[in-house]
């Protein structure tokens, strides 16, 4: 079976995380910091806060703004479902917003229209990897005093308008799953260019402590710490660290590597009548994901998928809606044409860094020969 995705994991990250280990500083520490400093820098960011999991630093970005109950924060429905939980978390309300249907991403046309005088933020999701237009949103958002923050979980090493996403976000949050092109297994960063915030944020991870457990251990003398607020532990551990600096050093080169592939996938797909994902005019995908469209005259989703299975094809449903979730029921929202369609629509096909080009003629055969178009002549 060809899989959706498959991390590339090697023994340069085994060696990393095995140094870790015999370097008796397992926990948050000096590799922690070193990760954060080299991954900040590398999308454009002052300062890096390495988290848990994309989803606690969406939680710490909401709570550093102070955002609350009795406010709202615009989200897209159309994301995974951490991106509104995150909202919730801190007693406030997502609100669902509709996207563009070329991206999948919101934009100031889909955002406007559901802000109310107590919008607190919009939380833009450069979604799959595909960069949103973000300049547009902060010029609806920053006049009204509204923050944008970035869920950049799946964007590592996109571009907007030819620089890294996350370059002069306010704040903009990152996983590392291992389904995201750099895995340290499980882990996320936070990142911003206030230096006042890195600083909180870094408290906030770690109980509200006003020494870290690090800082105290190097310190050289007693430090009896203390604890300025009720906080989190949402902490790296330096084994994870270790392997993501080795995975941030093969980034370029497997983005390279998926760009290549999707482009073949582009070549290979036409004629079939589905539409896959694209570039927007304003920046460039890592292609996390390489969804793709069904034409309106093919089987169901669901029928689409199992013949795909039965070929030899794991593939994955679209982009979830979350509003459409049980986590959501009944809770109000506008309506959302174009989240429905994309979600019901919609399919993931396998991209991953060694596939092959046999494994592509594969993938594409099997979904014409399920969409009953007539059989591709593929390269060999």
Known sequence: MI??????????????????????????????REFEEAFAASV????????????????????LLGVGPGDEVVVPSLSFIATANAVR?????????????TTGNLSASTVEPVLTDRTRAVMVVHQAGVPADVDELKALCEPKGIAVIEDAACAAGSTYKGKPVGTNALLA???????????????????????????RLKRLREHGMSVSAADRHHGGAAVIEQYLETAFN?????????VGLVQLSKLDAI????RELAARYHELL?????????????????YQSFWVWLPEDAPDRQEVLAGLAERGVSARRGIMASHLEPAYEGHPSAALPVTEAFTARTLI???FHDMTESEQDQVVSALSETLHTPHLTVRG
């Open 3 to 32: 899989p959706v995705m498959r991390p590339l994991l090697g023994e340069e990250e085994a060696l990393a995380a095995a140094e870790a280990v015999r370097s008796g500083w397992v926990a948050q520490g000096p590799r922690v």
């Open 44 to 63: 454009g960011a002052q300062h890096g806060v390495a988290v848990s999991s994309c989803t606690t630093g969406l939680h710490l970005a909401v709570h």
């Open 89 to 101: 978390y801190t007693g406030a309300t997502p609100v669902f917003a509709d996207v563009d249907a």
């Open 173 to 199: 949050a990152w996983s590392f799953h291992p389904r995201k092109l750099l895995t340290t297994g499980e882990g996320g960063m936070v990142t911003t260019d206030d230096p006042d915030w890195a600083v």
């Open 234 to 242: 949402y902490r790296m551990t330096d084994i994870q660290a270790a």
């Open 255 to 258: 983005i390279a590597r998926r």
């Open 270 to 286: 036409e004629g079939t009548g589905v539409t896959a994902v694209r570039d927007p005019e304003y920046g460039t995908t890592n």
């Open 349 to 351: 096909l396998p991209l």
